[in-house]
Every structure is written in structure tokens, then in C-alpha cells.
């Protein structure tokens, strides 16, 4: 066994998927526990006489949290609160300074690229920008069947008929008309469904979606966020929903943690986190959506860090 794969002692439980009856049985869906998670970046700024800045921003801060197989996990914090840098991490795109990432059995932050491919197997990123994120000269066809060759070793034949399946899935039909179609042909909510088809193909136990809606024009974010929904129920898949906005969180999560300054400082029922918030933080970001200029009032400062 590849060292980056071996079991790690006291791996948490996986959980067998409900089948629906149709096709082969789903594999177990791992659960996923961040313990004690810390990312140190050097600062990206020079000083003023362009010597190498030796400045530090943590932009994730001793973070723990875990998502049980299943389960769909709202991270809302504003920018800058270390969302992104939690959603590289998890996927291994970064290593965290401190901490250990968990996936089932498997180490995430000792994955190298063998250890990667097989954990992008199981786990995808949706990513926030539905316009950079897609080859400008691929078709939706290419796009779709490259994730079912690669991952699932399928013919030409066999993808071909799989992305029909899967652009049906995201509600792209008739997938005749889509699949040879160029990203600049597709509106905003098109090309975000492409990409929720394209972390789908490899047919992942956990999907990780950072701000999916929040570059799409407001009539068309809740069918892309229901589509999500309804994924994850349909499909038994765990979902890690990143956000700013508490108002989507509370349509797509069973459960929400508050990121401050890279720090969980609330974590709960996304319920129950609404209806008793305990931190200032979280009271601020509820008060923000009843009233939209409160935030630039508020008592809590950004969550733009000075670096130390
Ligand atoms: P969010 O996704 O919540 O907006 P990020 O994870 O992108 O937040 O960023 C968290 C903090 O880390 C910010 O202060 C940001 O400026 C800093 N940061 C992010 N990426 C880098 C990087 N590659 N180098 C230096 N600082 C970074
Ligand atoms: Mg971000």
C-alpha cells in the first residue's frame, strides 16, 4: 500500500449508502474530520523597499470540525475568514501548516499526486467562478467525458452516453444540445451546472462547494442550490457548502459553522445556530441580512487580517 494511503489509527467509521436498487451498490461514504487545522501564508505584500516581507497571515486557526458521511455542512464567514483556504485544503490543493485532514482512512495533507487522483475520486470541488473555471476551447462534451475516462476508465462510447446521463442530472436537457456547446455559448447558470456535472462524473461521496451562486445573477441561484439539494439527498453525498450568505446556508444545511478570522467560533444545527446565536459574530452576520447596512456599523471588526 502507497504510504500516503495507509490507515491512520482510529479512522473514523464509514457509512454504507442507502441503494436505491439500481445499478452496482455505492461505495461507503468516508467521513471527513479536520483536527486542529492551521495555514500560515506568507504574506503576498513587499515592503516599501521590496526586501522579501517576512510577515505572516494565519488564515486558518486551529480549526476542527468533521462532516459525518452524508450530511451537508454549511462554512459561512465573511471574506477573507479563511473559507477557501479550508476548501484547498480538504480537497489537498494546500497543506496545511498544522493539523491533520482526515478522509475515511486516508491522510489528506500526506496525499502526493497518486494519493490526490484517488481522493479526487471521492471528493470535488464546485468553484465559485462558473467563467474561469471551464477551458474556453472545450466543448461540454470533452469537459464531461475526460473525468469519466480518467476516473472511471470508461470507452469513448460508454463516457458519451454517461455525460448525456449526467448533463440530464443537472437539468440540462436535451443533453443533445449541450454537449457541443462552447463555455461562451452558455449563460452563467449553464456553465455553473456543467461544473456540478463535471464534480459528479467521478462519481464523489463528498462534493465541496465554494460560493457556488455567488457570481450567478439572483434569479438563477436557487435552481442551481436546489440542484445541489436535491443531489445530495438523491445521491447520499455529504456537501460542504461554502458561503457569505446566511440565507442559502439555512436552504441547503443540516448543520453551520462560523468562521471568524479563520477561526470556528460558533458550530450547531444551522437551526438552532439561527434562532440562538451565541457569538457576536454570528449575531452581526443575522443582523446583516435583516438589514443590509447594518454590517458596515457593527461593533466586529473585518476579517481582513494585519499581518503579525
Ligand atoms: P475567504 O475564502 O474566506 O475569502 P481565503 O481563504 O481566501 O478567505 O483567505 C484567508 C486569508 O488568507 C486572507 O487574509 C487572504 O488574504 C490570505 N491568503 C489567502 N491565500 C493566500 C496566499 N496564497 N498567500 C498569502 N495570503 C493568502
Ligand atoms: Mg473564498
Same mark, same amino acid.
Given at each position: 500500500?502507497?504510504?500516503?494511503?495507509?490507515?491512520?489509527?482510529?479512522?473514523?467509521?464509514?457509512?454504507?449508502?442507502?441503494?436505491?436498487?439500481?445499478?452496482?451498490?455505492?461505495?461507503?461514504?468516508?467521513?471527513?474530520?479536520?483536527?486542529?487545522?492551521?495555514?500560515?501564508?506568507?504574506?503576498?505584500?513587499?515592503?516599501?523597499?521590496?526586501?522579501?516581507?517576512?510577515?505572516?497571515?494565519?488564515?486558518?486557526?486551529?480549526?476542527?470540525?468533521?462532516?459525518?458521511?452524508?450530511?451537508?455542512?454549511?462554512?459561512?464567514?465573511?471574506?477573507?475568514?479563511?473559507?477557501?483556504?479550508?476548501?484547498?485544503?480538504?480537497?489537498?490543493?494546500?497543506?496545511?501548516?498544522?493539523?491533520?485532514?482526515?478522509?475515511?482512512?486516508?491522510?489528506?495533507?500526506?496525499?502526493?499526486?497518486?494519493?490526490?487522483?484517488?481522493?479526487?475520486?471521492?471528493?470535488?470541488?464546485?468553484?465559485?467562478?462558473?467563467?474561469?473555471?471551464?477551458?474556453?476551447?472545450?466543448?461540454?462534451?470533452?469537459?464531461?467525458?475526460?473525468?469519466?475516462?480518467?476516473?472511471?476508465?470508461?470507452?469513448?462510447?460508454?463516457?458519451?452516453?454517461?455525460?448525456?446521463?449526467?448533463?440530464?442530472?443537472?437539468?440540462?436537457?436535451?443533453?443533445?444540445?449541450?454537449?457541443?456547446?462552447?463555455?461562451?455559448?452558455?449563460?452563467?447558470?449553464?456553465?455553473?451546472?456543467?461544473?456540478?456535472?463535471?464534480?459528479?462524473?467521478?462519481?464523489?461521496? /463528498?462534493?465541496? *462547494?465554494?460560493?457556488?451562486?455567488?457570481? %450567478?445573477? +439572483?434569479?438563477? #441561484?436557487?435552481? &442551481?442550490?436546489?440542484?445541489? !439539494?436535491?443531489?445530495?439527498?438523491?445521491?447520499?453525498?455529504?456537501?460542504?457548502?461554502?458561503?457569505?450568505? /446566511?440565507?442559502? *446556508?439555512?436552504?441547503?444545511?443540516?448543520? %453551520?459553522? +462560523?468562521?471568524? #478570522?479563520?477561526? &470556528?467560533?460558533?458550530?450547531? !444545527?444551522?437551526?438552532?445556530?439561527?434562532?440562538?446565536?451565541?457569538?457576536?459574530?454570528?449575531?452581526?452576520?443575522?443582523?446583516?441580512?435583516?438589514?443590509?447596512?447594518?454590517?458596515?456599523?457593527?461593533?466586529?471588526?473585518?476579517?481582513?487580517?494585519?499581518?503579525?
Amino acid at each position: 500500500m502507497p504510504a500516503d494511503l495507509t490507515p491512520v489509527p482510529d479512522a473514523p467509521a464509514t457509512t454504507p449508502v442507502a441503494d436505491n436498487g439500481t445499478g452496482p451498490p455505492r461505495p461507503p461514504v468516508p467521513e471527513l474530520t479536520l483536527s486542529h487545522v492551521t495555514k500560515v501564508y506568507r504574506a503576498r505584500r513587499r515592503t516599501p523597499d521590496s526586501r522579501p516581507d517576512q510577515r505572516r497571515v494565519v488564515a486558518v486557526n486551529d480549526v476542527s470540525f468533521s462532516i459525518a458521511p452524508g450530511a451537508a455542512v454549511g462554512l459561512v464567514g465573511a471574506s477573507g475568514s479563511g473559507k477557501s483556504t479550508l476548501a484547498g485544503m480538504i480537497t489537498g490543493s494546500q497543506r496545511p501548516t498544522d493539523g491533520s485532514i482526515r478522509f475515511g482512512a486516508v491522510a489528506v495533507e500526506r496525499l502526493r499526486a497518486g494519493g490526490l487522483r484517488r481522493l479526487h475520486h471521492q471528493v470535488q470541488m464546485v468553484f465559485q467562478d462558473p467563467y474561469s473555471a471551464l477551458n474556453p476551447l472545450h466543448t461540454v462534451e470533452y469537459t464531461l467525458t475526460r473525468p469519466c475516462q480518467n476516473f472511471l476508465g470508461m470507452s469513448g462510447a460508454q463516457a458519451r452516453e454517461r455525460v448525456a446521463e449526467l448533463l440530464e442530472t443537472v437539468g440540462l436537457t436535451p443533453a443533445s444540445q449541450f454537449a457541443p456547446k462552447l463555455p461562451h455559448q452558455l449563460s452563467g447558470g449553464q456553465r455553473q451546472r456543467v461544473l456540478i456535472a463535471r464534480a459528479l462524473a467521478s462519481e464523489p461521496t /463528498l462534493i465541496v *462547494a465554494d460560493e457556488p451562486v455567488s457570481m %450567478l445573477d +439572483v434569479s438563477l #441561484r436557487a435552481g &442551481v442550490l436546489n440542484l445541489l !439539494a436535491d443531489l445530495r439527498r438523491d445521491r447520499g453525498l455529504s456537501l460542504l457548502y461554502i458561503t457569505h450568505d /446566511l440565507l442559502s *446556508a439555512r436552504v441547503i444545511t443540516d448543520e %453551520l459553522l +462560523v468562521l471568524y #478570522r479563520g477561526q &470556528v467560533v460558533e458550530q450547531g !444545527a444551522t437551526k438552532e445556530v439561527l434562532q440562538h446565536p451565541d457569538h457576536p459574530y454570528t449575531r452581526q452576520l443575522i443582523g446583516a441580512v435583516a438589514n443590509p447596512f447594518a454590517a458596515a456599523h457593527g461593533a466586529i471588526p473585518s476579517t481582513d487580517r494585519e499581518t503579525t
